[in-house]
């Protein structure tokens, strides 16, 4: 897919950044489109088509596009209704999916939908008289190294290609199979997560206590972080709907500005190395991912166990605002 410096992919904005990173050492073109803050970081079909066609106007051959979904560094979590539109967006204009799906089994608000089973219903529906969905070129991605273990010094996953022409697959195969093995307890891992203990067998119960365990301690982590974000001067946050992310805008007085020109700092870093000095909590600011001009974010995951180090961050966050009012 970028086989050509005028190979383009479309990523989305605010993104992982090493998609951008490999597109860079591929010699490829990043196609950038921005997700809408205002529908809780969603894909916005209308900005897809902008950023499409702007980049074919410009020369580029726009080969794929990536989603993150659930988002990093968003957190957002796609309805169906988006899922479909991207692919039909993506059979129109015969692009290869790539679904980035490694946060699927963290999901807050109602339940994940894969991209493979949009694909699914599409080539089954009504829409598909044509046959216009039965060539879509799909690669969904997952990792034990995200979702419920969380444990991201376990590395293993998959992608799954869905569509692809058989001897396409047979070079990848190829290809992937001269690379070193993960850990002996990655594949472990990857293995359980295909293959779960199911209801009956003698470790499922510990299994499912120690699962739902960690997938209740992440969402009360994320509904205490998200209700102090709400009472946080100038920060507002959507609500908890999957990954392990939020990404909150915040608005910084003018001051504070100025201090982190004066330190070469962009306003969100600035704030960030400030909060990691204060309180030794590590977020991200929104420049390391992508963010519209203008506006100033950072990525806090809900890792940490406890939620003591909520209030760590509210008293932070009052301090500074009260220093450069």
Not at 71 to 89: H, I, K, M, Q
Not at 273 to 300: K, P
Request: charged letters at 25%; aromatic letters at 12%; a negative charge.
């Amino acid at each position: 897919m970028c086989s050509s410096p005028e190979a383009g992919i479309l990523v989305p904005i605010p993104q992982y950044p090493l998609y951008t990173a490999t597109l860079s050492v591929l010699g490829a073109q990043c196609v950038p489109y921005y997700l809408d803050e205002s529908k809780g970081w969603g894909t916005d079909l209308d900005t897809i088509r902008e950023a499409y066609k702007k980049a074919k106007d410009a020369g580029t051959n726009v080969r794929a596009i990536v989603i993150i979904n659930p988002g990093n560094p968003t957190g957002a979590s796609l309805d169906p209704e988006d899922v479909r539109s991207v692919l039909e967006f993506a059979a129109d204009n015969k692009l290869v999916v790539m679904a980035d799906e490694v946060y699927q089994t963290n999901i807050f608000q109602g339940k994940f939908y894969s991209f493979k089973k949009g694909l699914r219903e599409l080539q089954k529906s009504d829409k598909n008289k044509d046959g216009k969905f039965d060539s879509i070129e799909l690669a969904s991605l997952h990792s034990i190294s995200k979702g419920m273990v969380g444990e991201c010094g376990h590395r293993g996953g998959y992608f799954e290609m869905v569509g692809f022409d058989k001897e396409v697959v047979e070079q990848i195969y190829k290809f992937v199979s001269i690379m070193l093995c993960p850990p002996v307890i990655g594949q472990c891992i990857v293995e359980m997560m295909c293959n779960p203990p199911k209801e009956g067998d003698e470790s499922y119960e510990l299994y499912k206590k120690e699962y739902d365990g960690i997938f209740n301690g992440l969402q009360d982590r994320a509904t205490a972080l998200y209700e102090a974000f709400k009472q946080m001067e100038g920060v507002e946050c959507q609500s908890p709907a999957g990954s392990m992310y939020l990404f909150p805008t915040i608005s910084l007085p003018e001051k504070a500005q100025e201090a982190a020109k004066k330190e070469n700092k962009s306003p969100d870093e600035y704030y960030c190395f400030r909060l990691l000095d204060a309180t030794g909590i590590c977020v991200v600011a929104g420049s390391g991912f992508g963010q519209r001009e203008g506006t100033l974010h950072f990525r806090t995951t809900f890792l940490a166990p406890g939620t003591d180090w909520v209030g760590r961050m509210t008293k932070f966050h009052k301090e500074f605002m009260e220093e450069f009012r």
